[in-house]
């Protein structure tokens, strides 16, 4: 069964330094979606992608994340500097692009502690 | 902008029991609306989904009905099972120029005990 893949599962950094997160959607999925999940809440969507163009990042700090999808596959997610308040799991998500309603699948995330 | 609600957790109940979980929204339009659950360790799964108003979504012996008129997706199962402990959150969809992005609620811990 086609799984969306994020590396690293875990990842440790001080603050001040850069951290990248990787996502490759499943085969054929238009859309891919970052969230930020902090422990003890709901997922919040940081980016949207459309293919290669973002179609939201409202919610991304953009003074200091980053967000790119160069050919309209696989997709990084970057933090620099990491700040103590960034600690949290970051999920990808992705879904056909005609199913605007329809089911997001999500990768297992990558747990990001910021010392 | 939109918001969902959940029922405040954790849940703790013995095996065989009724499980319902508060779910409430606000949105401006017509919503889809799902159940997301998380095991320990894994990504969210979808568990279920409603697209309209009076729908019923269910899988794994759990089922949700979409109630506009109470803006509620109420989670519900009649006999609980160790294997259902985890964390389930409800969550919402809508058009416009949202372009499909889920909003979701806190979610809700569940634990099935023996």
């Known amino acids: 069964e086609a799984e969306v893949a994020q590396s690293p599962r875990y990842k440790i950094t001080e603050k001040s330094q850069a951290v990248a997160f990787w996502c490759d959607p499943i085969?054929?999925?238009?859309?891919l979606y970052w969230y930020r999940q902090i422990l003890g809440q709901g997922p919040e969507l940081l980016v949207q992608?459309?293919?290669?163009?973002?179609?939201?990042d409202s919610q991304l700090p953009k003074d200091r994340f980053s967000a790119e999808r160069l050919k309209g596959v696989d997709s990084t997610l970057k933090i620099q500097p990491a700040e103590l308040g960034d600690s949290a799991m970051y999920l990808c998500a992705s879904s056909f692009k005609e199913r605007v309603y329809g089911e997001q699948f999500f990768g297992p995330g990558t747990r990001l502690t910021v010392l | 902008g939109d918001s969902v609600t959940q029922m405040e957790g954790p849940v703790t109940l013995s095996e065989e029991a009724f499980l319902t979980i508060n779910c409430t929204y606000t949105?401006?339009?017509?919503?889809?609306l799902f159940w997301y659950v998380q095991y320990p360790g894994e990504g969210l799964q979808l568990l279920l989904k409603?697209?309209?108003?009076?729908d019923k979504g269910s899988n794994k012996g759990f089922e949700a009905t979409y109630r506009k008129e109470t803006t509620s997706f109420h989670l519900e199962k009649g006999s609980v099972q160790v294997s259902d402990s985890a964390v389930y959150f409800c969550?919402?969809?809508?058009?416009?120029?949202?372009?499909?992005?889920?909003?979701f609620g806190q979610g809700t811990i569940l634990t099935v005990h023996p």
């Open positions: 969550a919402l969809s809508t058009g416009g120029t949202s372009y499909g992005k889920l909003t």
């Open positions: 409603a697209t309209k108003a009076d």
């Open positions: 085969s054929g999925h238009a859309t």
């Open positions: 949105a401006t339009g017509y919503p889809s």
């Open positions: 992608f459309q293919d290669e163009s973002v179609v939201d």
